[in-house]
Structures are given as structure tokens and as C-alpha cells.
């Protein structure tokens, strides 16, 4: 059983930056990607990024690239998403979450994930 735990939120002004950590723990794949989500109020869990383990790929939503980054620390075994400029619109619940293969081409579907962590709160004030 994997189990994935996401920590860093808060809220922060338009402009601002915060920095998502994410660990999972108990994967036995060779390769598998590490995905982040988020999820508005009203609005559908939308795919934020994708961070293939082993290095081979990294995917972005394009109303995050160049803004975001997704990386990871070996030596602590955690995922990290750091997110500058910070809008008001990236608002919402983050989700870290692991597959079962690397990210691909489908990598924004949810349905590709396995197992996901209990969510933290971003909100962005303008």
C-alpha cells in the first residue's frame, strides 16, 4: 500500500510564492509518476503536473508553465512543487498523487493515479 502525504499550503498575496511537498512511501515500481492536482470549488480536479521518478518526463498545465516547478529530492524522498506568481485563480485544494507508470502523454487524468494524499489548501488574495 502507498501512501502519499502533501504538506506547505497556506494563503498568500497575488504575486507570492509557496512551496508543496509531497512523500510517498511504500511504491515497489521500477518507474512511476508523481502527480499534482488541484481542485476549485465548483470547478473539476484539474492536472497541475507530472514528475516521472525516474527522471524520463515531466509534464506541466500550460496555466502553470513558467510559473510552476515540479522537482524532487532524493535524498529525502519528496516531491516538490514550487509556485511563484502566484494568482488568485490557482486558488483551490492540492492533491499529490502516485501512478503506477511513468507520466505520459495522458498524464492530466486522474484516473492514471493510484493513490492520492489528503489534500492542502492553497488561497491566493488579490
Known amino acids: 500500500q502507498v501512501q502519499v502525504v502533501e504538506s506547505g499550503g497556506g494563503s498568500v498575496q497575488a504575486g507570492g510564492s509557496l512551496r508543496l511537498s509531497c512523500t510517498a512511501s511504500?511504491?515497489?515500481?521500477?518507474?512511476?509518476?508523481m502527480g499534482w492536482f488541484r481542485q476549485a470549488p465548483g470547478k473539476e480536479r484539474e492536472g497541475v503536473s507530472c514528475f516521472s521518478w525516474s527522471g524520463r518526463s515531466i509534464y506541466y498545465a500550460d496555466s502553470v508553465k513558467g510559473r510552476f516547478t515540479i522537482s524532487r529530492d532524493n535524498a529525502k524522498n519528496t516531491l516538490y512543487l514550487q509556485m511563484n506568481s502566484l494568482k488568485p485563480e490557482d486558488t483551490a485544494m492540492y492533491y499529490c498523487?502516485?501512478?503506477?507508470?511513468?507520466?505520459?502523454?495522458?498524464?492530466?487524468?486522474?484516473?492514471?493515479?493510484?493513490?492520492w494524499g489528503q489534500g492542502t489548501q492553497v488561497t491566493v488574495s488579490s
Open positions: 498523487a502516485a501512478g503506477s507508470s511513468y507520466c505520459s502523454g495522458s498524464w492530466s487524468r486522474s484516473t492514471r493515479y493510484n493513490y
Open positions: 511504500g511504491s515497489t515500481y521500477d518507474d512511476f509518476a
